[in-house]
């Protein structure tokens, strides 16, 4: 697994719309966001079409990509932070796989940190999976323009910071929130914390550990690449079984019946091969399929296979989540509605 250097003070980080792009209020978000980071020490850059919108992207594939090439090419960047997410992140893919399978001396000789979630996860996933390029599912740079900046959020740059061979960890959180606040142009409210945080597993409360390496995403954008170039999941899963799995996907607007749809694909795929536990996030917009939940669609993907599996975890698009790093070694532990993660970038 080939790790990024440690994220330095000053160091600049890029934003670039690899999916859907910033207009609107999210414009002014957006400006305090890299006010707030500057704050923190870190200059940003940002790219022609962040704040272009047309047919949901900010701009068409091939621009997208020679965009997020740029900044991966750039010595001064260390990490690539997209405002958020969107919905074709994957026309990319098949431009973006062109230009990295060219470069035989990629400058820098590391990979970038690239960070987020929702759409951004699709991305992540294909680096990892196919290039062994360890990514960050966690905030969008979007979310750095929160006033205050929640502390979930400041976590990712600990960990940005970290070197090959270190570790951190996290804890389950208290509360998370359910409704967004009202963005305007002069009103960037903090996460709205008002729900209790209870993790929960299909073997009840009892306590639960095992390890494994680190891999997944949104499950809404990452179930378009089963059976295309862009997810050899198979050869991924061949050069680092003796490590073992921990998949993690979270979802937004899928139900019950949709979640376990893919599931179930990825699973006669053989994505779960050589998989020791499965944490899945609290999913946004969800609901049930008549008396079909989303523990069924859980049990009946992973129950033969006698996985545990961990649920409503703090992953996603309900914040605040943690900081998970695909590639990196992790150990879950977990009892009584707590749980605890433990990463080694190794």
Request: net charge negative.
């Amino acid at each position: 697994m080939k790790y990024p250097a440690a994220l330095q003070m000053g160091d600049v980080i890029g934003i670039t719309a690899t999916s859907t792009g910033v207009t609107g209020v999210f414009e002014k978000k957006l400006d305090n966001a890299i006010r707030q980071m500057r704050e923190l020490g870190f200059p940003t850059m940002e790219t022609e079409s962040v704040r272009q919108e047309k047919k949901l992207v900010s701009s068409h594939a091939e621009q997208r990509t020679k965009e997020f090439m740029e900044l991966w090419k750039r010595r001064d960047v260390n990490t690539i932070i997209p405002p958020w997410g969107g919905i074709f992140l994957m026309e990319i893919l098949e431009h973006l796989s062109t230009v990295l399978d060219a470069e035989k001396n990629p400058t820098p000789t590391l990979p970038k940190w690239v960070v987020g979630f929702s759409d951004t996860s699709t991305l992540l996933f294909y680096l990892t999976v196919t290039h062994d390029f360890a990514s960050v599912h966690g905030p969008n740079m979007l979310d750095f323009g929160n006033d205050p900046i929640d502390p979930s959020v400041k976590k990712l740059l600990d960990v940005l910071k970290l070197s090959s061979g270190e570790a951190f960890s996290q804890t389950s959180f208290d509360f998370y929130q359910k409704h967004w606040l009202e963005v305007t142009d002069t009103s960037f409210p903090p996460f709205h914390k008002t729900e209790k945080v209870e993790w929960k597993s299909l073997r009840g409360k009892g306590p639960i550990q095992f390890q494994g390496r680190l891999i997944g995403g949104c499950l809404d954008t990452i179930s378009t690449l089963i059976g295309t170039p862009y997810a050899p999941v198979q050869s991924f899963i061949e050069r680092y079984k003796g490590d073992g799995f921990i998949w993690y996907f979270e979802s937004c607007g899928m139900n019950a019946e949709e979640i376990y749809r893919a599931l179930w694909q990825m699973k006669h795929c053989g994505w779960f091969e050589h998989c020791n536990g499965f944490l899945y996030g609290r999913p946004e917009g969800y609901r049930d399929e008549e008396d079909f939940e989303l523990t069924d669609a859980l049990e009946k993907t992973f129950a033969s296979a006698n996985i545990p599996v961990i649920y409503d975890v703090d992953i996603g698009h309900l914040p605040p989540q943690m900081v998970l790093v695909n590639g990196a070694m992790a150990d879950v532990t977990y009892e009584d509605g707590k749980g605890k993660i433990v990463q080694r970038l190794i």
